[in-house]
């Protein structure tokens, strides 16, 4: 498949540049992936949407403020978006200059903390500090609010770009369908027999990448870590068990599960290649699912074998981006589109702080 099958028109006044004062009051557009038919619907309505014995799995990454200011020893102004920590006083992140950094180069933050340039690791800066990043960026750091809201952030955005449930600090972006959960809808869903469980995926700055291939094939996604715990497979195996529906809040949990059942089947999910083709799955997912904590690449685009989501929770995303075509591997691509074009149309709220979709893979929305 080719980028250009994942476009469509966005009016840029249809861009959420601010969450609305209740995070639970967003509105609700419903795929069917059977009938390819969508209904509108308030976010609250999801109590409905959702039956007892179903699992709703969370991605309980925090984002980290991590979008620090420098300048160089020459004067020259710099910004830094760590990406990841691979130790408490080191740091892998994007730089942007003037000019790049040079190794042994230092720079100076606002409060006149140096940090060390010590190499780098394919597009990402090495850079080092006398103390733990996560004091430096608790000083110092903002929130890293995606590019496209065209603004700086806030001190609102420390508490709204955060789910409520947030805990393992590692994100440079937030796991947006979940910013829509607040205690109380959180509370009701259990009162309704709806099960919950939480894996960890750090979401990374290659989230808002472009894919530049024409060929879809070509792209090679951006590596992220994430961790599916022994907890999280119980609950898995226990929903498929019942006959209940394993539910993903947000693309970065799919990531996670999907990642998870392909590492149980023996398929390296770090060192996936859509251009390889879509490896054959065993049949039975959930029993051969394991805790599986490292790397991924998964890629997932319409032709792909699904192996333990039934619906998804999740916003509107990008033209072109790797997400739409996520979500159009779920529903179908067609019926996607059609469904953005009606969320246009209704003027739906767009991307981390707009509105959401309930999808549902076809045979998967049946009753048990």
Request: net charge negative; with cysteine.
């Amino acid at each position: 498949m080719h980028r250009s099958d994942f476009t469509f028109e966005l009016p840029d006044a249809l861009i959420a540049r601010y969450p609305l004062a209740e995070r639970s009051a967003s509105r609700l557009l419903c795929l069917d992936g059977d009938s390819g038919g969508f209904r509108h619907a308030a976010f609250r309505d999801l109590l409905g949407l959702l039956r007892p014995g179903d699992l709703l799995v969370f991605n309980q990454s925090r984002v980290m403020p991590a979008r620090l200011f420098a300048r160089k020893e020459t004067g020259g102004q710099a910004e830094i978006l760590v990406e990841r920590l691979p130790a408490p006083t080191r740091a892998l992140a994007h730089v942007r200059a003037s000019k790049s950094p040079k190794p042994g180069g230092v720079l100076h933050l606002a409060d006149g903390s140096a940090v060390r340039m010590a190499g780098r690791e394919g597009d990402l800066f090495l850079l080092e500090a006398d103390e733990p990043w996560q004091a430096l960026m608790a000083r110092l750091g903002e929130m890293p609010l995606p590019p496209y809201f065209g603004r700086a952030a806030e001190a609102s955005d420390s508490e709204r770009y955060q789910t409520v449930y947030a805990r393992d600090a590692g994100s440079v972006a937030a796991p947006t369908a979940g910013l829509h959960f607040d205690q109380p809808l959180l509370d009701a869903l259990r009162a309704h027999g709806v099960e919950t469980a939480f894996v960890t995926l750090h979401v990374g700055a290659g989230t808002f990448q472009p894919v530049r291939a024409d060929d879809i094939r070509d792209h090679v996604m951006h590596a992220e870590w994430l961790t599916v715990g022994a907890d999280v497979v119980a609950a898995v195996q226990a929903a498929k068990a019942r006959g209940g529906r394993v539910i993903a809040v947000g693309t970065t949990s799919v990531r996670a599960l999907e990642s998870a059942a392909w590492a149980g089947q023996g398929v390296d999910p770090e060192g996936w290649s859509l251009a390889a083709g879509f490896p054959a799955g065993s049949g039975d997912a959930a029993a051969t699912l394991a805790p599986f904590a490292g790397d991924t690449r998964i890629f997932i685009a319409p032709g792909y074998r699904w192996q333990l989501i039934d619906a998804l929770i999740t916003n509107f995303h990008l033209p072109e981006s790797t997400l739409l075509m996520l979500v159009s591997a779920l529903a179908g691509r067609e019926a996607v589109l059609a469904a953005y074009a009606e969320a246009v149309s209704a003027r739906y709220r767009f991307f981390s702080y707009g509105d959401a979709m309930f999808v549902t893979r076809p045979g998967a929305g049946r009753e048990s």
